[in-house]
């Protein structure tokens, strides 16, 4: 990972590399570990070793590789959000009904936007800082943390 601070390198699956477009979408949900899961934690779904980032600072290894790896298009699945004893849950007490959806193709603006749907604000604005320490232009290029650009198409 250039400019990674923990997560100097990883194995990612071949097919996102060879991808003309990525796609990211999440399910927003509480996690033990990690707080919440949203587009950037998702994104430890396309790599091999994921015991490497609980074990090395899960937030630092989730900056890093979103510094590597910029989705072209987040959708954010906020329909039934487990807000609590994620990422499994232990009962259907856990999950909310919100019936709700973020799209951009800003994955921290998406991020920010769930972060506010749910209640973690925390964990984005902690990512949010690391990735602008790693100052790479891969991730930081056009993507903000502000949602005040994103649309409100709710009815």
């Given at each position: 990972m250039p400019g990674g601070q923990r997560l100097?390198?990883?194995?990612?699956h071949e097919a996102l590399l060879n991808a003309d477009v990525f796609i990211n979408v999440p399910v927003l949900k509480h996690h033990s570990s990690a707080m919440v899961t949203i587009g950037m934690k998702n994104l430890m779904g396309v790599v091999w070793d994921r015991w490497y980032w609980h074990r090395n600072d899960l937030?630092?290894?989730?900056?890093?590789?979103?510094?590597?790896?910029k989705s072209d298009l987040t959708v954010v699945d906020a329909y039934n959000v487990m807000k609590r004893n994620g990422p499994r849950g232990v009962s259907i007490s856990d999950v909310?009904?919100?019936?709700?959806q973020v799209t951009s193709t800003d994955p921290v603006a998406a991020d920010a936007a769930g972060a506010q749907t749910e209640f973690l604000w925390q964990y984005v604005q902690f990512l949010i800082i690391n990735l602008t320490t790693i100052n790479n232009?891969?991730?930081?290029s056009n993507c903000s943390a502000s949602i005040d650009k994103l649309n409100d198409l709710s009815s």
């Open positions: 100097k390198t990883a194995k990612v937030h630092q290894c989730t900056a890093d590789f979103a510094s590597f790896c909310v009904s919100m019936k709700a232009p891969c991730i930081l």
